[in-house]
Each structure stands twice: as C-alpha cells, then as structure tokens.
C-alpha cells in the first residue's frame, strides 16, 4: 500500500504542477522597456516574422532589403492565407510570439490583447507622418500599435471590357446599375456569368455587402452608429438588411455563376479573364493575382480589365488599412529582439522608405516619398480613391468580422433570410463589444 | 486472479514446511492488489492528457475568458446563452448528431457488406484489403481537398453522371443537406476499409460449425447471416459502432478541408464551431463548445456501449 500510498501522491503532484501552468494566464513575454520612440538600434541578429503565405513580393523585398543593409537574418513563419486569422490567433494564445507580427490594422487585431501583448507604437516618428490614419485604424483607447506603410486596399470589382462592351454596356456606378447589367447580359451573353461569387471560399462574399455599404458609412457614419448603438444591423429599415436583401436579389435574378455556393476564389480571376464572367467582387490588395493571368504584365492586364466601385446608391469606394506592409511589435521579453523590430519600422518608415514604396507601386501610407504615377489599372484604384471613399463598415465593428463570412454563405445557401442573417450579426456584434469593453455594451 | 493455493494447500495437507511453497507469496501479492503497477502508465496517460485538461479547462467554459482581454470572470451561463442567440449551439449539436449517426450507419453497412464479400483469405480478397485499406492511411485534410474537387459542380463525379444524365451540374457540398450526407459518405471512404477488418476478424472467429449445422437444418444464406453470424459478431459490432459514432462526434480535419462548415452552418458541426470561437479570440465560449462536445460523448457513449455489451451477452 505505501507504492500505491506514494503513487497517489506523485500523480497529485502532477495534477497542482499542471493546474499550476494552467491557471497562470500570462503568456506574454512582459515589457522589457525598449523606447518605441525613434531611437531604437539593431542589437539582434536574427529576427522571426509571422507572415501570409499570400504576402506580396514587394513585403519579401522589403525583408531581403532589411537582411542586408543590417546583417539580421530574417526568419519568416509562413501562415496559411486560408484560415489565417484563425490560426494567428490559436498560436498567440499559447504564448507563441514573433518578434514581427504582420496583421490586420482592423479591430480584429484587438483580440490579440494589445495593450498587454504589444509594444505601444504613439511615439515612433512615422505616426507624425501619418494624417489620421489612426483615428480609425491600428490604434485601440488611443493608442498605437501598428505601423501601416502602403495605402489601403479598396474593395469593388473588376469587370472584363470586352464582355462589357459586346453587350453594349459601361461600368456600373449604383447597384441598381447592377441589376440593369445582368438584365441586358442574361439576353446578349447568356453564358456569362454577371458576378462571379466564390462562396467555397466564404470571405469574398462579405465584398459586396461592404461596396453596398460604403455610402452608408460615408454619409451617415453607420459602423459608429452601429457601435454606439443609435442603430443596428437587423434594423428591417436599414441599411445592412437592404444590403443582404438587394445581394439575394441579385441572386435570385441569376446574376451570380452556377455554382456561387462552392466556387473557390482562386479560379475566380481566369473566370474573369475568360469571360466566362462579367464582374469580379474583389480588393485591389489582389491585382498581382489578376495580372499572374496575363503573365504578369500590367498593361495587358489593364487593357482587358476595368475597375467599378458602386454602392448602393452612389460610387464610393470601401477602404480598408493594407494588410501587407502593416506590422505590430509584440512584447517577447528579449529587449535586444524588440529593439531591432522596432529599428526595422524606423528604418522601413524612414531611409527605406522611398524604395520600399518605389517596390509596392502602391500609394502612400506616410508623406515624405513620392509614389510611381499610377499606371493601366492602378491608375483607376487611384481614381476611386481620390473621388469618393469610406470606411469598410466593418473595419472596427468587432466581433462582427469573425461570423459575417459564415452569415453570407448561409444567406447565399438559402440557410438564411436576409433578416435571420442580419439578427445573427447583431448578436455577433454585441458578443464581441461586450468582450472588447466597448463603451455601452 | 481468486487462485491463491499457498494460503491453503500446505495446513490442509498437515505439513508446516514452509519452504515447500516457495515462490507461491508473489501469486498472493498480485491476486491481493499488486495488479495496480500494471495499470499506472494508462492511468498517468489518461489523467495527464484527458482528465486533467478536462478538468481545467470545465471552470472557462462558464468565463468570459477572451484574447481582449486579460481579465477572465465567471459569468455563469452567459456563454451558452451567447451560442444559442447566435444559432450556433443547438444547430452545431443538431449537425454534430446527424452526422455522426450518418456516419455510423454508412460505414458499418458498407464495411460489413465488404467484410462478407472478403472474409476468406486469398490472393484476390488479400489485395482487395489492402486496397481498401488506403484511404485509412490518406490524412483526412487530404481526403477532404480531394473529395472537395471531385464533388465541385464541374467534377468528376458530375462529369461521370453527365455521362447519363447532359449537363448534370449539382453542387453537391452547396446545399445544405446533400453536403452533410456528401461528407459522411467520405468519412466512410475513409474508414471503412478499417472497420472491415474489424469485421473479418469477427466474422472469422464464428465457428464454422455453427454454419454448418444451421445448413444442414435447412437454413438458407440470409438465416444463416442474420441468426447466426450476424449476432455472433456483437463484440466487433460493438467496437465498430461506438467507434465509428464517437469518432464522428470529435469530427473536425475532414469537414474543415471540405466545406468548413458550410455552407452557412450546414456542416458546422461542435468541433469546428468551437475553432471558429477560438480563432476569434473568444475562448470562454470555445471551452463551453469543447464541454458539450464531452458531454455529448458521454451522455451518448455510456449507455450505447452499455447496451451493446448487454447485447453480446445476450447474443
């Protein structure tokens, strides 16, 4: 009995060593007080980057660049694309962290706690050089975490010329342009898809409702409305319910390919080309796929492929902070390892800089360089940018993001209503302002 | 282990020679409790990696525990409430049972039909085994990309059925209902072949006298298969059953390469519900997912397996 008696007493003790583990929820790497003010050097020599295995080359350049010039051995994560989000967040919550973390600028970066897991960013010199970019992106209570390099992405849909004008018709500026589109193309090109929609893929399918949505938010502020609750998503009369009913209709009216419910977004931009499909719902972040199909040549790509921004009823495009290009600064606890994070923001945002943004084709983030004039489809990105623009309403409607995917694959499924889809996003909403802290909820 | 023979044997026979028994304590020592060394590792193992996660991670599942914050608070059922305002937690156990009951009875069906047809060990059958041994042994991240390209409305299987019927285009994992039986279909392609030799173990250890006796009786082949070996077989029933059922309950890698869920929730079932919290950053309510997923296998596995084994005894 006394093996037995001791037997007992080694397995409880293992019990309180991993309860003890368990119940100790700091998994940060603590504040090791690096100055993020400008004045950090390069002590590390290598560095760990979590990053998307859909990241643009111009981010690897960028990298090599830094490798070079210092001598710091760039150590890249890959995540997968598909699912990345997901998976940046299991990892962080184990208490894995990179010294580098490229993400999202939206509130979803919120749930990776960064007031307590990331080093405060308000006092690097980029920010001065930023307008108000941070009033409404990379920024929590105030404070700043991310360093967002290149411009945002805009959010609207490509259109083949050709299909177009074979049929007699122009770009769209409304959606009720749209509906006319796929009207006149379902008599003239009956093979052509009007819009191609990938919901196989579920996250492109939130892409026309956030065009939809744009005018919205630029005139009456809707994501705030939203958060402070003067208004809400499953309102019958209001815009996100409109948005949801006026997609359904323009599936019902057999608008979208055949198969919208499976389609993967990777073929989508053959499809395009091909003609096989008039309208591409997609983010400009995405023209290095488009112009793959054309063998990476800008001009053909231009020349066969428009660019439309329409809303619901007028043509403002939705912005939404660049993934690529835009990093945070976790808190590790190895002062040499964040101090060179933060010396390669300072060297990125400043005597980088100009390269770097030469590399991207894109425009700015920060003053103080000159972007390439735009050209071909780039040019139109431009355009729309600069004639009208809001917000993706979603941006910073935490919670929202994480089932609004989910929600249009069943709206598009027949699963749900516009108004049952439009009442679960409320409820999404309120679950992740209630976790945020939000004011009122 | 009642056998205990040195405790007795030498005062029945009269004599007090001790060393005439000589190894004889050891016996009395493992018939009297010295079986327990022998079931520590699995104990440890089961406790360390079950038991003791399980135990801890019960408390979040009634906490805001969240990646907004550092605070965790209990906040009783509010979790559950969350999941049910959001359609989320009796639809993914709706889905979750669905297909796991699917799951079960494909594959049992399937591989019991096969394990008739192979049963006898030759050449032909011993390849065939094999044969349908391979997708057990392809990961099921894998078999779901796979499935999801010969499913797609322009796949292969439509291309086959277009060969009948022009133009067959059906998106069989885009409707909700044909995506959920689409999936346990490939969960059975997956693990049947498994499952059918579990059967053909079974089926082997009938004693072929039983058969043979019943034809001489004048039984003919179903009577024989349904009174006799059919019921002969309840160990491996057992087995496969709760196997199968459970296994699909803890579904997840083949349904996330597949649909993800989708579309909508149709295949949602309790795994990927609770990665999808999780990967949000809202754990509280992805612990309470993981303790209905235990719940369920539990509420479901005791009785089942109960019921089964009352069933080999009767059989």
Redesign the interface.
């Known amino acids: 009995?006394k093996?037995?008696r001791y037997?007992v007493a080694v397995?409880a003790a293992?019990?309180l060593a991993?309860?003890a583990c368990?119940?100790n929820?700091?998994t940060g790497g603590g504040d090791s007080g690096v100055a993020a003010d400008g004045t950090a050097t390069v002590k590390a020599k290598e560095l760990t980057v979590w990053t998307s295995t859909g990241d643009q080359p111009y981010v690897r350049e960028a990298y090599k660049n830094f490798e070079q010039k210092f001598g710091v051995k760039v150590n890249l994560v890959e995540i997968t694309a598909d699912?990345l989000?997901?998976?940046v967040?299991?990892k962080?919550?184990s208490g894995d962290r990179p010294d580098l973390l490229e993400y999202h600028a939206t509130a979803l970066f919120?749930?990776?706690?960064p007031a307590?897991n990331m080093i405060e960013m308000s006092n690097m010199p980029y920010v001065q050089r930023s307008g108000e970019l941070y009033k409404t992106a990379g920024s929590l209570d105030g404070k700043i975490y991310a360093a967002i390099t290149v411009g945002p992405g805009l959010f609207g849909m490509y259109y083949n010329k050709k299909v177009l004008a074979d049929a007699g018709l122009s770009a769209p500026k409304t959606y009720a342009d749209l509906e006319n589109i796929c009207t006149t193309l379902k008599q003239k090109a009956p093979g052509v898809a009007t819009i191609y929609e990938a919901?196989?893929s579920?996250w492109p399918t939130q892409i026309q409702i956030l065009m939809n949505l744009a005018g919205a938010e630029k005139s009456q502020n809707y994501s705030g409305e939203l958060l402070t609750k003067k208004a809400t998503l499953d309102d019958p009369a209001g815009p996100f319910v409109a948005a949801l009913t006026q997609y359904k209709k323009l599936q019902s009216m057999g608008c979208f390919n055949?198969?919208?419910?499976?389609a993967k977004s990777e073929p989508s931009f053959k499809a395009l080309a091909d003609g096989k499909a008039a309208f591409l719902p997609q983010s400009t972040s995405s023209l290095p796929q488009l112009t793959a199909v054309y063998g990476d040549d800008l001009a053909k790509a231009s020349a066969a492929i428009g660019w439309a921004s329409p809303s619901a009823s007028s043509t403002t495009s939705a912005w939404s902070p660049s993934f690529n290009g835009t990093w945070y600064v976790p808190k590790t606890g190895n002062a040499d390892r964040e101090s060179t994070a933060l010396a390669f923001i300072q060297w990125i945002t400043t005597d980088g800089y100009q390269d770097y943004l030469t590399s991207t084709k894109r425009f700015p983030a920060l003053t103080g360089a000159t972007a390439t004039t735009p050209t071909g489809i780039n040019q139109e990105f431009w355009n729309a940018y600069e004639a009208d623009k809001a917000l993706a309403v979603n941006a910073n409607l935490?919670?929202f993001s994480?089932?609004f995917p989910?929600?249009m694959?069943?709206?598009?499924?027949g699963?749900?209503t516009p108004e049952q889809a439009a009442k679960?996003a409320q409820?999404?909403l309120a679950?992740g302002a209630?976790?945020?802290?939000v004011t009122g909820w | 282990m009642t056998y205990a023979p040195s405790d007795t044997a030498p005062a029945a026979q009269g004599r007090a020679e001790p060393s005439l028994a000589p190894r004889r304590p050891r016996q009395r020592k493992i018939g009297q409790g010295g079986w327990w060394p022998f079931i520590v590792p699995a104990f440890a193992l089961v406790a360390a990696f079950f038991t003791v996660p399980f135990l801890l991670n019960l408390r979040f599942a009634f906490t805001d525990w969240s990646g907004y914050s550092d605070v965790i608070s209990f906040n009783g059922l509010e979790n559950f409430r969350a999941l049910i305002s959001q359609d989320i937690l009796w639809q993914a156990i709706k889905v979750t049972l669905l297909y796991a009951v699917l799951a079960m009875i494909i594959q049992n069906l399937f591989s019991l039909s096969m394990a008739l047809v192979l049963q006898r060990s030759n050449r032909v059958n011993g390849f065939f085994r094999s044969f349908f041994f391979l997708p057990v042994l392809v990961a099921p991240v894998a078999a779901g990309y796979i499935w999801g390209a010969i499913l797609a409305p322009q796949g292969p299987l439509n291309s086959f059925i277009s060969l009948f019927v022009g133009g067959f285009d059906y998106a069989w994992l885009g409707h909700g209902t044909s995506a959920l039986v689409s999936l346990a279909f490939v969960d059975a392609w997956k693990w049947s072949g498994l499952i059918t030799l579990v059967y053909i173990a079974g089926l082997n250890n009938i004693p072929e006298s039983l058969t043979e006796a019943a034809t001489v009786d004048g039984a003919n082949a179903w009577q024989r298969f349904w009174r006799i070996r059919f019921r002969l077989l309840a160990p491996a029933f057992t087995f496969t059953v709760v196997v199968t059922m459970l296994g699909a309950i803890n579904a997840f890698d083949l349904v996330a390469a597949t649909t993800r869920g989708g579309p909508g929730t149709a295949t949602m079932v309790l795994n990927i519900a609770m990665f999808n919290q999780y990967g949000s950053g809202f754990f509280g309510m992805a612990s309470s997912l993981s303790l209905v997923v235990t719940v369920l296998v539990i509420v479901l596995g005791l009785p089942l397996i109960a019921y089964l084994r009352r069933r080999e005894v009767e059989a």
């Not at chain 1, 209630?434 to 802290?437: N, R, Y």
């Open positions: 009995m093996r037995f037997a397995a293992a019990v991993l309860t368990s119940a929820n700091d699912g989000e997901n998976q967040q299991t962080w919550a919120w749930a990776l706690n307590k919901g196989g579920q055949k198969d919208a419910t499976t935490v919670g994480a089932q989910t929600l694959s069943g709206l598009l499924s699963q749900y679960l409820e999404a679950q209630k976790s945020a802290h």
